[in-house]
């Protein structure tokens, strides 16, 4: 992460990514439908968590105290100013009821804010400060 100056990497499958990143929305002419991202890119907050996030210094300000208070087994200080947050074992547990589970309880305890409203389709509204220190 240091060596490319990034402050995400989340790790998972395709299908979770597509899934989380992209939806589809009505076509402007009224025919059909266009896909559209949820979040761009980090700098419009996060569209969920994966099977894996790893979260540098911006991340751990967003987030704050509210790490410390994830379950133990979901949240390993990595050392060096990265986090790793794994709301479930397996990769293969993403979109499943209890992978979709695990992850709404950590975004609950990180700030719903900070993730997107895929219920009412509104982006973060709590964004992390991405600037050079």
């Known amino acids: 992460m ?3 100056g990034s402050h995400l990497v989340q790790t998972c499958l395709g299908e979770d990514l597509e899934h989380k990143q992209r939806r ?3 076509a402007p002419d009224g025919v059909g439908s266009v896909r559209t991202s949820t979040v ?3 700098s419009e907050g996060l569209a969920g968590l994966y099977w894996r996030n790893f979260f540098g210094p911006p991340f751990i300000r967003l987030f704050g105290d509210r790490l410390l208070s994830l379950p133990p087994d ?3 200080q990595l050392g060096d100013g990265l986090v790793l947050v794994q709301p479930y074992a397996l990769p293969t547990q993403a979109m499943t009821p ?3 589970a695990a992850e709404e309880r950590l975004i ?3 700030g719903p804010e900070c993730f997107y409203d895929f219920q009412h389709h509104r982006k973060p509204t709590r964004l992390p400060d991405l600037s050079p220190p």
Do not use: A, M, N
């Open 98 to 100: 209890e992978g979709d």
């Open 40 to 42: 761009r890119d980090p």
């Open 74 to 76: 979901t949240v390993q």
């Open 108 to 110: 609950t305890v990180l």
């Open 2 to 4: 240091r060596l490319l």
């Open 24 to 26: 589809r929305i009505p």
